[in-house]
């Protein structure tokens, strides 16, 4: 499957963002996407996961409460609704994709988990 990341951008503490990540392919459903990111000098942390259906969903504790993914998979497309930014949350942002028919997702959270990537998208918070 073939990613592309969008919804980057410049935002103030406290806003909001939404990215995008569209998958090519006709068995989206199949997978268990998750968002990555990683800051400058710093290495690639997991986001967040979302299971094959969108009914199970798992967090890292830094954007618990604040990150919503979601997926539509009549569009092959995952989101990261992204509410009340911080500066600490910049940085360029990845989805991934993992063949996984019919599962949450739950366990996937290491970027060796995930075998397909997108190019990212930068977020930028400012103070």
């Known amino acids: 499957v073939q990613l592309q990341a969008s919804g980057g951008g410049l935002v103030q503490a406290g806003g909001s963002l939404r990215l995008s990540c569209a998958a090519s392919g006709r068995t989206f459903s199949s997978y268990v996407m998750g968002w990555f990111r990683q800051a400058p000098g710093k290495e690639r942390e997991f986001v967040a996961s979302i299971g094959w259906n969108g009914y199970s969903t798992y967090y890292a504790d830094s954007v618990k409460g604040r990150f919503t993914i979601s997926r539509d998979n009549a569009k092959n497309t995952v989101y990261l609704q992204m509410n009340s930014l911080k500066p600490e949350d910049t940085a360029v942002y990845y989805c991934?994709?993992?063949?996984?028919?019919?599962?949450?997702?739950?366990?996937?959270?290491?970027?060796?988990?995930?075998?397909?990537w997108g190019q990212g998208t930068l977020v930028t918070v400012s103070s």
């Open positions: 991934a994709a993992r063949f996984s028919p019919y599962s949450t997702g739950i366990q996937y959270t290491g970027s060796s988990d995930f075998s397909s």
